[in-house]
């Protein structure tokens, strides 16, 4: 046999350095041995639009969904120092997850080989369930989506891990039977080595390298991309400089005159979209005196409805939104729409917004996903934008507002709850802003603790009930949900916060319930959720 991928002459000659997972030695051989099995020749030393663009010293086989990569260059007289290398890529793969979980490595030993005919030599070989590369992706809706994320991704490993990505399309796989746009992309890293953690410069090189990739996205297409991205990017806490640098460096990417256009549209896409998307702590227009405070409206239209004429009534002047204004509820879009009109309102990104623009967690519980189905299928790309434009916090002089807890990185996926108040507490008076609004629990409830430390005290407010804001120490304040309560009040809850007296009022309001209840029937969504609505559970 013509060796262009060495193979084995036993399954002795394999050597599986840790878990071996599906694949013992035993299978290795038949697959690397098979008469099916297939040499990749030709997606090695080429670079075609369509494929990868491997070195030529590259080695690909495929067998039945696996590929088996290793490297001419890296093969080596000894074993020790062949498995010294591909231990260090175990280890990496142990501590990051960059590579598919079925990725494993492993030595094989060949008689002869290209450094002396005469030895055996020991290569380290990778085998990878088969993916489809990003490279692959002709389709630009899928594609600026999916790099996108290769993009949040690689910079999240940068960031949190310390580990750098070479950010081409060809070296980030995903699951060949992956449904576009539905789950949370599982994208992996194809490439083995890694680098130094990315700078902005990087990032910036590499998105403006697609730019004439596909020649035929147009400006708006770019400018929706950018804005995407924004939105994607904004959990992982670029700071407002951060994303000036960033734009900077994208403008000074040298390109071709007739790609500018592209490129200033995506300048722009990634610029603040709109006024509501205000982290700045500047107020939009007017100083607000009262303000209505709203968490998790669960596309409940019934109950935004009764809140928003409620708190008119009690003339607000202003909102601050809190976040999960979809998933679970029948009317995602009307709500969206009806807070959209609403004046002087501000508001933050909860976890469900996020997953109706981004794809669903992994392990998110049933009916949620079943209702965020349903959500992705009926936004717009105007109420898809308005998601999009919430931070995942806004700070004021003396306030932040988060839809999960202010010490969660991503801000909207932590709740706050017993066993970390005191973290979060401290973690207020640590810095400026001593005040938090948040949500996610979808129960009123205040928690504080005085300046200097000490004990903590929780006040669960009933209707009406009136909370002092002037006392020094930091404070966490959850007006309730407006759309699925669950402290057994079925009635929708806010809260008014009163700037001028620093004082903040919860509030309930009853809605009929009976016809969201029919609403969530009418769109097909689980009996569990309309069942909720009534228990306040
Ligand atoms: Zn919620």
């Known amino acids: 046999m013509d060796t262009w991928f060495p193979r084995p002459d036993s399954p002795d000659d394999l050597h599986t350095l840790g878990p071996s997972g599906e694949l013992g030695p035993g299978e290795l051989f038949d697959h690397l041995t098979s008469p099916a099995a297939i040499e990749w020749r030709d997606k090695v030393g080429v670079s075609s639009p369509a494929d990868g663009s491997a070195k030529s010293s590259t080695r690909l086989l495929s067998s039945r969904r696996w590929v088996f990569k290793t490297d001419t260059s890296q093969a080596s007289l000894d074993m020790v120092s062949a498995r010294a290398g591909l231990l260090e890529l175990v280890a990496l793969a142990n501590r990051v997850e960059l590579w598919h979980p079925d990725k494993r490595w492993f030595l094989l030993r060949t008689r002869s080989g290209p450094l002396d005919p005469a030895r055996e030599h020991w290569w380290p070989v990778s085998v990878c369930p088969q993916l489809r590369s990003l490279r692959e992706l002709r389709d630009w809706a899928t594609f600026s989506e999916r790099w996108a994320q290769v ?129 700045s702590g500047v107020w939009p227009r007017r100083s607000p005196q009262r303000t209505a405070v709203v968490a998790d409206i669960h596309a409940n239209l019934d109950a935004l409805e009764a809140v928003i004429d409620d708190a008119e009534r009690e003339r607000i002047d202003s909102w601050l939104l809190l976040g999960d204004v979809v998933g679970y509820g029948p009317d995602p879009s009307a709500c969206i729409r009806l807070l959209d009109e609403l004046p002087e309102l501000i508001g933050v990104r909860g976890n469900h917004d996020h997953m109706a623009c981004f794809g669903l967690e992994r392990g998110i519980n049933e009916l949620a996903r079943a209702s965020l189905l349903h959500t992705r299928a009926r936004l717009d790309a105007r109420e898809r934008d308005f998601l999009l434009a919430l931070p995942v916090e806004l700070r004021g002089p003396d306030w932040l507002a988060v839809h999960g807890a202010p010490i969660d990185p991503r801000r909207f996926r932590a ?109 097909g969504l689980p009996e569990t959720l309309a069942a909720r609505l009534a228990l306040g559970r």
């Open 151 to 279: 993009i949040g991704f690689a910079l999240e490993r940068s960031v949190a891990d310390r580990v750098g990505l070479d950010l081409g399309p060809a070296n980030f796989g995903l699951s060949l039977d992956q449904q576009a746009g539905v789950t949370d992309v599982e994208c992996w890293y194809l490439d083995d080595e890694t680098y130094a953690p990315l700078e902005l410069e990087d990032v910036a090189q590499a998105i403006i390298a697609r730019v004439p990739e596909w020649p035929d996205v147009d400006a708006s297409g770019w400018c929706t991309f950018g804005s995407y991205l924004r939105g994607l990017l904004e959990p992982l806490q670029l700071q407002p400089r951060r994303w000036l640098e960033l734009r900077e460096r994208i403008a000074d990417v040298p390109l071709a005159p007739r790609w500018h256009p592209q490129r200033g549209a995506l300048l722009q896409g990634l610029g603040r979209p709109r006024a509501i998307a205000n982290s």
């Open 415 to 523: 709740y706050v709850y017993e066993l970390n108040h005191r973290a979060n507490l401290e973690h207020l008076l640590a810095g400026s802003r001593p005040h938090c609004f948040h949500g996610h629990t979808h129960v009123p409830r205040v928690v504080r603790m005085g300046r200097s430390g000490g004990g903590i005290e929780i006040i669960d407010p009933a209707a009406g009930v009136v909370v002092d804001m002037g006392r020094p120490g930091a404070m966490l304040i959850n007006p309730g949900s407006v759309g699925q309560p669950r402290d057994g009040d079925p009635r929708a809850g806010y809260a008014i916060w009163d700037r001028v007296e620093r004082s903040v009022q919860f509030r309930r309001v009853a809605y009929d319930v009976a016809h969201t209840r029919a609403r969530l029937r009418d769109e």
